[in-house]
């Protein structure tokens, strides 16, 4: 979408902040930072696999809402021209590139990013935050920053149609906003996947250093050629891939997100009595488009997270 990551300092981050509206704006974002901050080291030591699949449970919540907002804008492809900024050191952004940039600036500085489970889109353009880091590490060092934030930018464009109708009614500030919204929930569940990775080692430690380090010989691979005294070895991904995979878990959470759509997606009326007459109930985001987003990206997205995390957990 025109989209590059961002070199230049953001404009507003010279500025002084005078706004009373915007003083009592960030107090309050960095009192709720703060709070999070508090849970997160509370966390920590109850970090197991049944909190895992919790928080992941409760992700499929925000990410079904955050799509039916979206959706009640039409494509407005008008928001992601990257002609809209022309000057400067922003020139060749679209309005949502801006809206998030700016955004995750504010958010930055009242501590967002201070969460281990938030990663930004756009990090080079982030300010420091006003509060101190008040959480444990749970994450292994080594690989803590694998994240697949350029994917899931990519993926949720080339998805967004199945979920919005065509048209332009004007309100693109409005859309970038539901946008973000989408990214942002979307975002924290694939790239969770560190967390998922770290809870499934601990909880498995031998089975998981084994397959970490299994190794995949090239050196008789048609695609490469190596000179005879010299051996070509990989990890083995597919066999991390393989261990962490739960074909039966992948189906109920797929059932879950479908079930949630339908309830979540219907319109409710007085006495149940619905204004579609058809027999065929009509939903807000079509629900098996909803399964599919997924079947075909989150869940793949998520594993691939964590195989390149448990690539570096020895580390």
Same mark, same amino acid.
């Given at each position: 979408?025109?989209?590059?990551?961002?070199?230049?300092?953001?404009?507003?981050?010279?500025?002084?902040?005078?706004?009373?509206?915007?003083?009592?704006?960030?107090?309050?974002?960095?009192?709720?930072?703060?709070?999070?901050?508090?849970?997160?080291?509370?966390?920590?030591?109850?970090?197991?696999?049944?909190?895992?699949?919790?928080?992941? @449970?409760?992700?499929?919540?925000?990410?079904?809402?955050?799509?039916?907002? %979206?959706?009640?804008?039409?494509?407005?492809?008008?928001?992601? $021209?990257?002609?809209?900024?022309?000057?400067?050191?922003?020139?060749?952004?679209?309005?949502?590139?801006?809206?998030?940039?700016? @955004?995750?600036?504010?958010?930055?500085?009242?501590?967002?990013?201070?969460?281990?489970?938030?990663?930004?889109?756009?990090?080079?353009?982030?300010?420091?935050?006003?509060?101190?880091?008040?959480?444990?590490?749970?994450?292994?060092?080594?690989?803590?920053? /694998?994240?697949?934030?350029?994917?899931?930018?990519?993926?949720?464009?080339? %998805?967004?149609?199945?979920?919005?109708?065509?048209? $332009?009614?004007?309100?693109?500030?409005?859309?970038?906003? #539901?946008?973000?919204?989408?990214?942002?929930?979307?975002?924290?569940?694939?790239?969770?996947?560190?967390?998922?990775?770290?809870? *499934?080692?601990?909880?498995?430690?031998?089975?998981?250093?084994?397959?970490?380090? #299994?190794?995949?010989?090239?050196? $008789?691979?048609?695609?490469?050629?190596?000179?005879?005294?010299?051996?070509?070895?990989?990890?083995?991904?597919?066999?991390?891939? %393989?261990?962490?995979?739960?074909?039966?878990?992948?189906?109920? /959470?797929?059932?879950?997100?479908?079930?949630?759509? *339908?309830?979540?997606?219907?319109?409710? @009326?007085?006495?149940?009595?619905?204004?579609?007459?058809?027999?065929?109930? *009509?939903?807000?985001?079509?629900?098996?488009?909803?399964?599919?987003?997924?079947?075909?990206?989150?869940?793949?997205?998520?594993?691939?997270?964590?195989?390149?995390?448990?690539?570096?957990?020895?580390?």
């Amino acid at each position: 979408m025109g989209r590059e990551r961002a070199e230049a300092l953001s404009p507003y981050q010279s500025k002084p902040m005078v706004s009373r509206p915007l003083f009592y704006t960030f107090s309050f974002l960095s009192f709720s930072c703060l709070c999070s901050c508090k849970q997160l080291q509370e966390m920590a030591s109850q970090f197991n696999l049944e909190s895992v699949r919790e928080f992941l @449970t409760r992700e499929e919540d925000s990410i079904v809402f955050s799509l039916i907002e %979206r959706a009640k804008y039409p494509s407005n492809l008008p928001a992601y $021209d990257p002609s809209y900024s022309t000057g400067g050191a922003l020139r060749n952004y679209s309005l949502l590139d801006l809206f998030a940039r700016e @955004t995750e600036a504010v958010q930055a500085r009242a501590g967002r990013y201070r969460n281990p489970e938030e990663i930004p889109f756009f990090p080079k353009v982030l300010v420091l935050p006003l509060v101190p880091a008040v959480h444990s590490q749970v994450l292994h060092p080594a690989s803590a920053s /694998v994240n697949a934030s350029n994917a899931i930018w990519k993926m949720y464009f080339n %998805r967004l149609p199945q979920f919005t109708a065509k048209g $332009d009614d004007g309100r693109y500030a409005l859309t970038a906003a #539901a946008d973000l919204v989408c990214l942002q929930a979307l975002s924290r569940r694939i790239n969770y996947g560190r967390f998922v990775a770290e809870a *499934k080692f601990r909880d498995a430690p031998k089975d998981y250093t084994s397959a970490i380090r #299994a190794e995949v010989d090239l050196s $008789d691979s048609p695609f490469f050629s190596f000179p005879s005294y010299f051996l070509m070895f990989l990890q083995d991904r597919d066999a991390l891939m %393989r261990l962490l995979t739960s074909a039966a878990q992948e189906e109920t /959470v797929k059932s879950r997100v479908k079930k949630k759509a *339908k309830v979540f997606g219907q319109d409710v @009326t007085v006495n149940n009595i619905s204004k579609n007459e058809s027999s065929r109930p *009509k939903y807000k985001v079509d629900p098996d488009v909803v399964v599919h987003l997924y079947g075909d990206w989150v869940i793949p997205l998520t594993k691939l997270v964590e195989v390149e995390y448990l690539l570096h957990r020895l580390d």
